[in-house]
């Protein structure tokens, strides 16, 4: 048995959002070229700093769960130092 599953982290910031899409992006396209459930992602487990500049929890939409809205899987997240400066 196997346990398939994404993992990121540092990845909130206003200044260049392209980046974190990229890798959304390219999450949810290796999740949907699988072709066994077996090797499909269960879900992306997120090491923290979803959000830069100031961790407010306004800016949690544009810089965590705007990129990762087209995601299939769930999204397991915890807090980094970042989130909460």
């Known amino acids: 048995h196997q346990l398939v ?3 990121a982290g540092d990845t909130g910031s206003l200044r260049s ?3 974190q899409k990229l890798v959304a992006n ?3 396209r290796q ?3 699988e072709s066994t459930t077996a ?3 269960q879900f992306l487990f997120h090491l923290g700093d ?3 500049n100031f ?3 306004s800016q949690y939409y544009d810089q965590f769960f705007s990129p990762y809205k087209n995601y299939p899987a769930p999204v397991f997240a ?3 130092n970042h989130d909460a400066d």
């Open 5 to 7: 599953f994404h993992m």
């Open 17 to 19: 959002p392209g980046f």
């Open 26 to 28: 390219e999450m949810t």
């Open 31 to 33: 999740y949907d070229n």
């Open 39 to 41: 090797d499909k992602p």
């Open 50 to 52: 979803v959000v830069y």
């Open 55 to 57: 961790g407010q929890a």
């Open 78 to 80: 915890i807090p980094g």
